[in-house]
C-alpha cells in the first residue's frame, strides 16, 4: 500500500469527521460552563490524550443538573514498546461523560481552527 496515499485519505477521513462534528449548530447550543474546545484532555476510560471538539448536555444526575458530555479526538496511541501497531486504529473520536475526562487546564486550549486547516478542514468558528 502507497504510504503518502493511505496518509491522505486518513487526512481526508479524519477532516470529514471534524467536520460532522464541529457543525454550525453545535457552536449555539454549546453548553456555557463547560470546557473550551481545542483542551487537552485524558479520556480516562481509553487512558488516551485528546482534545475536545463539541460538548453538549445529556443526561441528567441525580441532583437535576444536566450532566456535560464532550466529544473528544484522541490522538494515536505513541507506546514505544507497542508490538501490534495498526494504521486503522489511529484517531479515535468518542463522547465522553464530563466526570470521565481530566483536563489539562495549565496547557493552552489548540486552536481548532488552525487544526482544521493542517487538516484540509473547514470550521465555522
Given at each position: 500500500m502507497n504510504d503518502?496515499?493511505?496518509?491522505?485519505?486518513?487526512?481526508?477521513?479524519?477532516?470529514?469527521?471534524?467536520?460532522?462534528?464541529?457543525?454550525?449548530d453545535s457552536i449555539d447550543n454549546y453548553p456555557p460552563e463547560s470546557l473550551p474546545m481545542g483542551t487537552y484532555v485524558k479520556a480516562n476510560k481509553y487512558d488516551r490524550l485528546g482534545v475536545i471538539v463539541d460538548a453538549f448536555y445529556g443526561d441528567?444526575?441525580?441532583?437535576?443538573?444536566?450532566?456535560?458530555?464532550?466529544?473528544?479526538?484522541?490522538?494515536?496511541?505513541?507506546?514505544?514498546?507497542?508490538?501490534?501497531?495498526?494504521?486503522?486504529?489511529?484517531?479515535?473520536?468518542s463522547n465522553e461523560y464530563e466526570y470521565e475526562v481530566t483536563a489539562y487546564l495549565?496547557?493552552?486550549?489548540?486552536?481548532?481552527?488552525?487544526?482544521?486547516?493542517?487538516?484540509g478542514g473547514n470550521f465555522l468558528l
Amino acid at each position: 500500500m502507497n504510504d503518502k496515499k493511505y496518509s491522505g485519505d486518513l487526512v481526508h477521513q479524519l477532516k470529514d469527521v471534524l467536520d460532522s462534528v464541529m457543525g454550525g449548530d453545535s457552536i449555539d447550543n454549546y453548553p456555557p460552563e463547560s470546557l473550551p474546545m481545542g483542551t487537552y484532555v485524558k479520556a480516562n476510560k481509553y487512558d488516551r490524550l485528546g482534545v475536545i471538539v463539541d460538548a453538549f448536555y445529556g443526561d441528567v444526575d441525580k441532583d437535576g443538573k444536566k450532566i456535560i458530555i464532550y466529544t473528544v479526538l484522541m490522538f494515536p496511541d505513541n507506546k514505544v514498546f507497542t508490538t501490534s501497531y495498526s494504521n486503522s486504529t489511529q484517531f479515535y473520536l468518542s463522547n465522553e461523560y464530563e466526570y470521565e475526562v481530566t483536563a489539562y487546564l495549565m496547557i493552552s486550549p489548540i486552536n481548532i481552527k488552525n487544526m482544521s486547516h493542517v487538516l484540509g478542514g473547514n470550521f465555522l468558528l
